[in-house]
């Protein structure tokens, strides 16, 4: 498939990303918002449950910045995906899912950014719920402040206003998956390209992902999946070690192999894989403020499946901003193409790789191998 259709790095391309980026993760401060949760009575807390799922456990999920800085070294803006050492991996729309354990979301009911934007005073309505009692607007707009101020903290202290563009699609149960995973390539891409910047994605999920599959590196084996069991809730109450340095995670990730990974995360037993929409080889995602692609096919691995060499011709150039003229046209293509979605059923045959992956993963350009500094060493 990949000889037909392409690589996403043409050959003789020569890297023109930063060895080294300094990356700024500077959180919100969540005490306040600590402070509501904690004076809520059980009704309504299982009242946000039901229909926001796990996120209140984002509040205490501590970002530990030295190792958040030292995976932004190994972001691979070509294939969308994290490479450490013999390791590609990426966070999934599956897992993502499972983090967040919403029983409203429709997973194939997807955000798109509207032509026609209600005004602000409209959406705040909506989100407010004017005809629902005071209890359903509390809830609302604590879920909307986690939205704001968590997932997409694009301005600290504030929340933007595209956020509640997103929020205001959420009572249609579609699934706010896709755009923090968008938000959070797109971030990550961005401050890979320019060697600086803020991070404004999901960091909490970012960091609950790698603790989850890395549980040799971190000495915590997860619990095998049941129905009750919440990833966030379990990592949110593990106290971790935050004196890392950056440079010492960057020295333990870039030598990672195979056996120091849990492939396949015992928190979560997806049934199929989403791999492809539409006529994209990949799977587009629609952001909040842009697009961008992941291909599920390159991380099969992660499903505890055979991994084979997928087609990425264009994922490096799927990218775009709303900013740009032509983004309508764009976002319907993508809108379109995820009423066509594919999946495929997980299969486990056979060893983990293709002799031709590993032939081509030795072979790939691989632009984030990132370089200590001397002054850093």
Known sequence: MQLEKGDSLSKGH??????????????????????????????????FYYNYGDLPYLLDVKVDEHLFRALAQFWNSAYSCFTFGEVDLVPTIEEYT????CPMIQVDKVYSKAVNIPTFVKKLMNILAMIHPDTKKRVNVFALSIYGLIIFPRALGYIDEAVTDLFDQLDKRVTPVPEILAETFKSLSTCRSTGEGRFIGCAQLLLVLFHSHFWEVDKVSYPVFSENYSLLKEVAATPRRDNITMEKWMAIIQNLK?????????????????????????????????AVGYAALLVLKQYRSRQFIPATQGLAQSEFSYKYDGYKKSIREVTNAWKQIHRMKKLAVGPMVTSEYNEWWNKRVNDNIPRLREEDA
């Open 98 to 101: 499972a983090l967040l354990r």
């Open 258 to 290: 195979d056996g120091d990974v849990e492939w396949k995360a015992h928190w979560m037993v997806p049934e199929e894989i989403l791999y492809r929409c539409g006529n994209f080889d990949w799977v587009p995602l629609l952001g909040i403020w842009g």
């Open 14 to 47: 020569i890297s023109e990303l930063w060895d080294f980026i300094y990356i700024n993760v500077t959180q919100n401060n969540l005490r306040e918002l600590k402070e509501i949760w904690v004076q809520w009575e059980d009704e309504t807390k299982q009242l």
